[in-house]
């Protein structure tokens, strides 16, 4: 199993929670369900959002796979993941984002492994990177929402572009859109 980005890229801001249940099987009235699929790690997480911020945050993580349920309470079994492992919490404050993660059904595990693409989980772990160190001089310096939702989401991928394409120049062949969180 591949280590968490977080547990990579930025330790302090990560921890697991062992609970009975799942936080995000049902959202409060003021947030929205989002869930994605996280590929390397053969998982599929859920989570319950409420700011634009963790909303910004979520797409970032995720590699942009991240989707609103809509009118699914449960995503992640619609997609063959009916069994609750854990909830990951990344980040703290305005950032903290709690992700219950669920296991695949045993027709899942017969399929094939995601395929790893070093090159592209490396820009993405640094991309996480550069949005946690963003979001640190947003929250530090007090400055407005947008700081995070519009600046750190424009200079992550700004990085992230500009990583990928190197990717896709060198022995790596093809980019992998697959995610970790």
């Known amino acids: ?3 968490s980005v977080f547990m990579v890229g930025a330790a302090c801001f990560a921890s697991v929670v062992f609970c009975d249940q799942p936080i995000a099987r049902d959202c409060p009235a003021d947030s929205e ?14 989570t319950c959002l409420c700011t ?24 992640c079994a619609v997609h063959s993941y009916h069994t609750y492992n854990r909830t990951d919490i990344l980040g ?6 709690a992700l219950d993660k669920y296991l695949p059904d045993q027709k899942m595990l017969a399929k094939s492994p995601a395929k790893d693409d070093k ?9 996480i990177g550069v949005y946690w160190a963003c979001a640190a001089v947003c929250i530090k310096t007090s400055a407005p929402d ?6 750190c989401l424009a ?12 990717c896709h120049n060198s022995s ?8 970790l969180i």
């Open 172 to 179: 790596n062949p093809g980019i992998s859109t697959d995610f």
């Open 119 to 127: 090159c592209a989980l490396d820009c993405t772990i640094e991309s």
């Open 33 to 46: 369900k989002f869930w994605a699929l996280d590929k390397p790690n053969n998982e599929c997480a859920e």
């Open 146 to 151: 947008s700081c995070i939702t519009a600046g």
């Open 1 to 3: 199993m591949a280590p």
């Open 92 to 97: 703290t404050g305005p950032l903290k984002i």
């Open 52 to 75: 634009e911020v963790q909303k910004t945050e979520f797409k970032i993580i995720t590699g942009f796979q991240g989707q609103a349920a809509g009118n699914e309470s449960s995503p």
């Open 155 to 166: 200079a992550v991928t700004a990085y992230d572009v500009k990583c990928l394409k190197g």
